[in-house]
Nanobody, 120 residues
């Protein structure tokens, strides 16, 4: 069993910053890509940022230059530093990770989501 637990969401004024964390726990052998997605009311879930096990990153155009994704492989944790937040960043943010078990099987795991609300 694997669990992804997110933290760090909340309410912030436009222009402010938040840092999200997501820790994976359980019977983990290794973790490949980790990422953050978000879903605003009435919209589809969209990619925010992803990071490979080697540290390569990619970002949605809407967050480039404002958000930074990073990971600590020793802690099985991924972070999302969000600066210069805008009201349109308001959404539930979900952590995602491709996790491998020692048996050789894998699972595409999701966290429960954390609410980020940016007021104007």
């Amino acid at each position: 069993q694997v669990q992804l637990v997110e933290s760090g969401g909340g309410l912030v004024q436009a222009g402010g910053s938040l840092r999200l964390s997501c820790a994976a726990s359980g019977s983990i052998f290794s973790i490949n890509g980790m990422g953050w997605y978000r879903q605003a009311p009435g919209k589809q879930r969209e990619l925010v940022a992803r990071i490979s096990s080697a540290g390569s990153t990619n970002y949605a155009d809407s967050v480039k230059g404002r958000f930074t994704i990073s990971r600590d492989n020793a802690k099985n944790t991924v972070y999302l530093q969000m600066n210069s937040l805008k009201p349109e960043d308001t959404a539930v943010y979900y952590c995602n990770a491709l996790i491998w078990y020692r048996s050789g099987s894998s699972i595409n795991s999701w966290g429960q989501g954390t609410q980020v609300t940016v007021s104007s």
